[in-house]
């Protein structure tokens, strides 16, 4: 396939050529059509917007906010929201595609998007989100919605700022709609067993490997990286499955005890020291990036993107990996990790369980009816696991990583759809 240029290998990378990287190895071996993957390279839509909003001190501050459809074919665009002061559209490009290819491998009717604010949520005061938040809805209200686009939380946001975005929508559209958006407070019509959805995926698709590569969980060791809604989740449930947690970190550093850490203190004393682990008693604190390369059986990246590096996959010691972070490897990582023989569940896999609940929450919102926390999870689980499995049949077949295989089911589906609905 000639027409097709090889994406740019770079050691730091651009969010948006690592997917493309992937994507068009996995397009390459599934032998997908010019036009489709052209369809595909390049995001349906992409919006920016200026959002002037009046600070405390009677300032008025312009933030910089995103929105990125990247494909509708499979439904409505489903993607989180975040708040960060790196924001940009490159990595939003990125993140949208990622949405894309997720919904898709866990065979769920969405396709993807991303949103985000160039803002810095830790400085500003709950007014100051909010003022943000109903402005960026604002800005939104002819994408939104809950059959074209379903936003979500993501780094910097959560149940608070999705209660204000459907708040601010309702008023525009005279009535309640909470089906706007997932990750809502309970009251609100969020989903039971939503918040610790994405750490439960990758507790499912961790046990799932560790099978596959006959890793005993009460005998094996694990590291994560990010102490957030997705890292201290992982953690928990997988420290509930037998395998010890040696080391946590979050911003402030790592903390390592090669006893176990427990999870409940670790939780009690982030949330008692304003939602930062700094000075954690129970752990020696150990540099940030030392936690990627202990001496463990499992390695869940869970805090943020490309931080497993060409520079530093040498020296990673895991057996396997599972990508609770979006985009936590370079695409140029991805080949020392596989001629180390680490195995990897990419993020577009293991982190799932998410968007798979998200898209439960939905549901539930358009049926008037709620769930209960033990059909959530039992349903969520079975679409992870079955997921696992499809990806890992698809490997071993075309003797690929998880992550290529991964793409491959995804795109796949895409491509199919295409075909059947045709349309150019
Ligand atoms: P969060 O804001 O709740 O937590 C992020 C955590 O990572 C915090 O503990 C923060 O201190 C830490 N962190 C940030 N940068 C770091 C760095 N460079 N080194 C070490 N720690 C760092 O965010 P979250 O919702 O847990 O999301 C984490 C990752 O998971 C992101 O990549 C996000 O896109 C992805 N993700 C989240 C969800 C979800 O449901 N929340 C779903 C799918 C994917």
Not at 178 to 188: M, R
Not at 235 to 263: T, W
Not at 271 to 298: H, Q, R, Y
Not at 368 to 376: F, L, Q, S
Request: include cysteine.
């Amino acid at each position: 396939m000639s027409y097709i240029e090889p994406a740019p290998l770079v050691d730091k990378e651009n969010p948006f050529e690592a997917m493309m990287s992937r994507f068009h190895t996995a397009s390459q071996l599934l032998g997908l059509e010019e036009q489709i993957y052209n369809v595909l390279k390049t995001p349906a839509r992409q919006v920016i917007v200026s959002l002037p909003v009046t600070m405390d001190d009677g300032s008025i501050k312009v933030f910089e906010g995103y929105r990125v459809i990247h494909n509708t074919i499979l439904g409505p665009s489903k993607g989180g929201i975040r708040f960060d002061p790196h924001v940009n559209l490159d990595e939003v490009k990125a993140l949208a595609a990622w949405m894309t290819w997720k919904c898709a491998v866990v065979d769920i009717p969405y396709g993807g998007a991303k949103g985000g604010v160039a803002c810095n949520p830790r400085e500003m005061s709950a007014g100051e989100i909010e003022r943000l938040m109903r402005a960026y809805t604002l800005s939104m209200i002819d994408i939104f919605g809950p059959d074209k686009d379903i936003p979500a939380p993501d780094m910097g946001t959560g149940p608070r700022e999705m209660a204000w975005l459907m708040d601010e929508y309702s008023r525009t559209q005279g009535m309640t709609v909470n089906a706007v958006v997932t990750g809502k407070p309970i009251v609100l019509g969020g989903s039971l067993g939503r918040t610790e959805a994405t750490g439960r995926g990758v507790m499912v698709s961790a046990m799932a490997a560790m099978e596959k590569l006959k890793i005993n969980p009460y005998k094996a060791t694990c590291a994560v990286q990010g102490f957030g809604n997705v890292g201290s989740w992982a953690a928990k449930l997988l420290s509930e499955r037998g395998l010890k947690v040696q080391a946590i970190s979050d911003l402030s550093g790592a903390y390592y005890n090669e006893d176990g850490i427990d999870f409940n203190k670790a939780v009690a004393y982030r949330d008692a020291n304003k939602g930062t682990l700094e000075g954690f008693p129970e752990a020696e604190k150990i540099s940030g990036n030392d936690i990627l390369t202990l001496p463990v059986d499992v390695l869940v990246p869970a805090a943020t993107e490309d931080v497993i590096t060409a520079k530093n996959a040498a020296k990673i010691q895991a057996k396997l990996i599972v990508e609770g972070a979006n985009g936590p490897t370079s695409s140029k990582a991805d080949s020392v990790i596989y001629e180390k023989g680490i195995s990897v569940v990419p993020d577009i896999l293991a982190n799932a369980g998410g968007v798979t609940v998200s898209y439960f929450e939905w549901v539930q919102n358009r049926l008037g009816y709620k769930w209960t926390a033990d059909r959530v999870n039992r349903r969520s689980d079975r679409i992870m696991k079955d997921a696992f499995d499809n990806v890992y049949k698809v490997a071993l077949e075309y003797k690929v990583s998880l992550r290529i295989a991964a793409y491959m089911v995804a795109i796949d589906k895409v491509a199919k759809t295409y075909k059947f609905r045709g349309g150019f």
